[in-house]
């Protein structure tokens, strides 16, 4: 099982970026998903998360700018970021709550995490 994180890069202040994250292996049901960042010094800290029924929750720090989305058909996890500013600037990792079930068919239930995509916000 495995979550692969796409979408980062460098963009200007008031750029924009999309973040995707894909969840694949033996997956039986894709429950929370959401994403946290990094900043260089500082505590990993939420971002955005969003439930299998669709209800989202975001940090005040990105409440209006940043939108997150999932298409649960694709197990996969989106973030639209707009208007970023240089605090915006981290190490993005996805997460996600994962049922799985082993080749002998017994089910477990944990949280994974992706690998990591850097967004710089800077001129």
């Known amino acids: 099982v495995q979550l692969q994180a796409s979408g980062g890069g460098l963009v200007q202040p008031g750029g924009s970026l999309r973040l995707s994250c894909a969840a694949s292996g033996r997956i039986f049901s894709v429950n929370d998903m959401g994403w946290y960042r990094q900043a260089p010094g500082k505590q990993r800290e939420l971002v955005a998360t969003?439930?299998?029924?669709?209800?989202?929750n975001y940090a005040d720090s990105v409440k209006g700018r940043f939108s997150i989305s999932r298409d649960n058909a694709k197990n996969t996890v989106y973030l639209q970021m707009n208007s970023l500013k240089p605090e915006d600037t981290a190490v993005y990792y996805c997460?996600?709550?994962?049922?799985?079930?082993?080749?002998?068919?017994?089910?477990?239930?944990?949280?994974?995490w992706g690998q990591g995509t850097q967004v710089t916000v800077s001129s």
């Open positions: 997460n996600a709550d994962l049922t799985i079930y082993s080749t002998s068919g017994r089910f477990s239930r944990s949280a994974y």
């Open positions: 969003i439930t299998s029924g669709g209800s989202t």
